[in-house]
């Protein structure tokens, strides 16, 4: 994980209505973040995964949103999706580690033991407040991120990223915190370095052109 410090992690994601939706596109946009310095890339779901195992040789934080009735959990939400995550090339599996309840009912901290047990891989889990972040610094966490900061009921999200939780959480961990969410600009990366953050992602900004076009329209329609 060293080779993570103080660097831009690139989020290659993409929803079925993306234009860039697909393994394709998603290993595309792996190799150019490669080639602008990124240090490790986040990839959701085994074959976008596996793709992009194959295009790069940057370790890959996998994930595996799966939505399951009843519940608001969708990062990785079992071992199971955990285990294809690690089959389909991931170096680094994230989790929901949020304090909501989960379909199968396991503790996050059972997970977190579990899933570095059975995959022999690094965890990093996703919080979305002080308190979540130290539970599962406690329960073996190889790495905390602020993922979900804004996403739960704990709060509503800030209009950038939470920059407050980074400062608040990392002096309080034994391990690494990375910042992730709402993160559009180079200035706010590096706002979050200085906060404490080991090491910053940033997905919409770089990987999601549609987005980032409609910033461009907002503030000249604004004009």
Not at 34 to 63: H, K
Request: glycine fraction near 10%.
């Amino acid at each position: 994980m060293h080779r993570l410090a103080g660097g831009l992690i690139v989020s290659c994601q993409a929803s079925p209505q993306d234009p860039l939706y697909g393994p394709t596109f998603m290993a595309a946009l792996a190799r150019a973040a490669a080639r602008g310095g990124a240090v490790a890339i986040r990839a959701n779901g085994p074959d976008d995964i596996a793709s992009i195992r194959a295009a790069v040789e940057l370790p890959i934080i996998g994930i595996w949103k799966v939505a399951l009735p009843g519940v608001g959990v969708r990062i990785t939400p079992a071992l199971a999706h955990a285990r294809a995550v690690a089959a389909a090339g991931a170096s680094i599996i994230a989790l929901d580690a949020t304090d909501r309840a989960r379909s199968d009912g396991v503790a996050v901290s059972d997970l977190i033991a579990r899933v570095r047990h059975e995959t022999g891989l690094p965890v990093m889990a996703d919080v979305s407040s002080v308190a979540e972040g130290l539970v599962a610094d406690a329960a073996g966490a190889d790495l905390i991120a602020t993922t979900l900061a804004g996403y739960t009921d704990i709060g509503p999200p800030t209009a950038g990223p939470d920059l407050g939780l980074v400062a608040e959480l990392a002096p309080q961990l034994r391990v690494p915190l990375v910042a992730e969410g709402r993160i559009s600009t180079p200035e706010e990366a590096a706002m979050a370095i200085e906060m404490g953050a080991f090491a910053v992602v940033v997905g919409h900004a770089i990987t999601r052109p549609e987005w980032i076009t409609s910033r461009f329209v907002a503030a000249l329609d604004a004009t």
